[in-house]
């Protein structure tokens, strides 16, 4: 999916946001807070169990399944739709460090570098890019 205000801000740049990963254990932490999210209702194309996607450094990959690679481009930036959905959910998954920069927890975002169908249950295998690692930004 292409974000419209990237978009608008120049049409030529390369689409970084071709699929979108969340980590089930946010569902676990907003369930916790009494908010009421399943698979899916964020917009997520994937949901992970037991790997750190916030934690990676851009240019990760992750083998999905026999198949599929997915290159980890960056932090999904939440934006006010999710507010609609729930009420306080925006302030759940975008929260602030204590130096007062943004922590955005809402899943990371990457391009498919092959394709292949996955399924429910599928292993997730990383593959770290080569040193030295770039920390994740929003895209």
């Known amino acids: 999916m292409r974000h419209r205000s990237r978009v608008r801000q120049d049409p030529t740049q390369p689409n970084l946001r071709q699929v979108h990963l969340i980590h089930a254990e946010l569902l676990d932490e907003l369930a916790a807070q009494d908010f009421m999210v399943r698979p899916g209702d964020l917009g997520e194309n994937v949901l992970t169990c037991g790997v750190d996607l916030l934690g990676l450094p851009r240019g990760a990959q992750l083998h999905l399944g026999p198949e ?28 602030t460090d204590a130096q007062g920069n943004p922590v955005r927890k809402a899943g990371v ?31």
């Open 68 to 95: 599929a690679v997915v290159e980890v481009t960056g932090l999904r930036n939440p934006c006010a739709q999710i507010e609609a959905f729930q009420p306080g959910l925006l302030r759940a998954v975008l929260d």
């Open 109 to 139: 975002m990457g391009v498919v570098l092959r394709g292949g169908t996955v399924q429910p249950g599928d292993a997730v295998r990383v593959v770290l890019p080569a040193g030295p690692h770039r920390p994740l930004d929003r895209v």
